[in-house]
């Protein structure tokens, strides 16, 4: 085995020379925005519980109370074992959330992605994406074999006229987005989205993990999938959409088909979360309001939603910059290529309901002083 442990080396060693080797660092999450690294605790704005509930009392029990109840595992696919009443509910929840007259439910958001666009197109057919939609969204289209095209970031006269020149010569056609992108945390035009895909005859699935529960007001795509492991706390995926395209998907997403079902832990916790983020409106508005507070000390544009970038440039700048704020007790992970293009490694600055104003004012005022702004 020593040429594949020789190709491993040289990849590994041309990672390190443009700063770009990943490394998982132990590090214990806790209530509150609490984050702890080595011993030192560290205020964490690197996670997407925008909402604050992976730790709420009430979604924690819930997911105690389904583990004991119905053991931690799903023991296999829901359609060999059968359809787990928690799934069965959290998809009628998930849908009248959405406005849909159904929803799936997948083992990850990235699955998701994987399976419902080549269960939707294949040979012959187009799909167009938003050139920063995310890797999963890339991966299911090329999966599904159809010809697969980019228009420029939120540009819908791009999108328009990619249509027009491409849509005649193919059958079916999906048109995919994310409502919040989740790098720079800008929000797509959909509604001038799904007015120029409907003018075609496109379909259009909106990605809306990053804004589900703190971003999602507007027009609804006749595909809306998301995550339930960021604002609701938890984890897996879920698509909303009509009876029938549901039921397609049920036997043709080989994503879900093939694979297990998600646990009951994570159902009920993504149950209880949602309860608790259509009940309290408050919650919902705060992640965004500290967004703004964020923007607004460091003269950046106003956050659309949770999510804020500080633009850095350079890879080991922006680890530098990272690395700086963590030894001042903030946790704000670096973000390099090939996550985001060349020349554009940042700091993904996350908000959550469980961050306070002051210590969104601390960040503010450390970045500024680290980064010269």
Not at 36 to 57: I, K, Q, T
Not at 272 to 292: H, K, N, S, V, Y
Not at 295 to 306: D, F, N
């Amino acid at each position: 085995m020593h040429s594949l442990d020789a190709f491993a080396a040289g990849k590994l060693a041309a990672l390190d020379e443009a700063a770009l080797r990943r490394r998982l660092v132990p590090t214990a999450r806790g209530p509150g925005a609490a984050a702890e690294r080595a011993g030192r605790r560290l205020v964490s704005f690197s996670c997407n519980d925008y909402l604050g509930l992976s730790h709420h009392p009430r979604v924690v029990a819930a997911a105690q109370a389904a583990a004991a109840r119905y053991g931690a595992g799903s023991g296999g696919s829901r359609l060999v074992t059968g359809n787990h009443p928690l799934l069965d509910a959290l998809e009628e929840r998930l849908a009248h959330h959405k406005g849909k007259a159904a929803a799936l439910v997948f083992g990850s958001g990235y699955m998701a992605n994987l399976g419902i666009t080549p269960a939707l197109a294949g040979r012959g057919d187009l799909v167009l994406l938003d050139e920063l939609s995310h890797a999963c969204m890339w991966a299911g289209a090329r999966l599904s074999g159809a010809r697969t095209l980019s228009f420029r970031h939120n540009d819908v006269a791009d999108l328009a006229r990619l249509l027009e020149a491409e849509r005649p010569a193919h059958g079916r056609c999906l048109v995919l987005t994310e409502r919040v992108f989740s790098m720079d945390g800008d929000r797509a035009p959909m509604g001038d989205i799904l007015e120029v895909a409907r003018r075609h005859d496109a379909w259009t699935l909106v990605d809306d993990a990053h804004g589900l529960g703190v971003a999602e007001d507007g027009p609804r795509a006749p595909l809306e999938m998301g995550t339930l492991s960021k604002a609701l706390g938890s984890y897996g995926g879920y698509l909303c959409a009509s009876r029938p395209v549901i039921d397609l998907l049920t036997s043709r997403a080989r994503s879900f088909v093939y694979t297990t079902g998600l646990p009951p832990a994570s159902a009920a916790a993504a149950l209880e979360a949602l309860t608790i983020l259509e009940a309290e409106p408050e919650r919902r508005a705060r992640p965004l309001a500290l967004a703004r507070r964020f923007t607004a000390r460091l003269g950046l544009p106003e956050a659309e939603s949770a999510v804020v970038p500080v633009l850095v440039g350079g890879a080991e700048a922006a680890l530098a910059l990272s690395r700086a704020l963590e030894a001042e007790g903030f946790l704000v992970v670096a973000i390099r290529p090939p996550t985001v293009p060349p020349g554009t490694a940042r700091l993904r600055v996350a908000f959550s309901a469980a961050h306070d104003e002051a210590q969104v004012d601390a960040l503010a005022e450390r970045v500024a002083a680290l980064s010269g702004r």
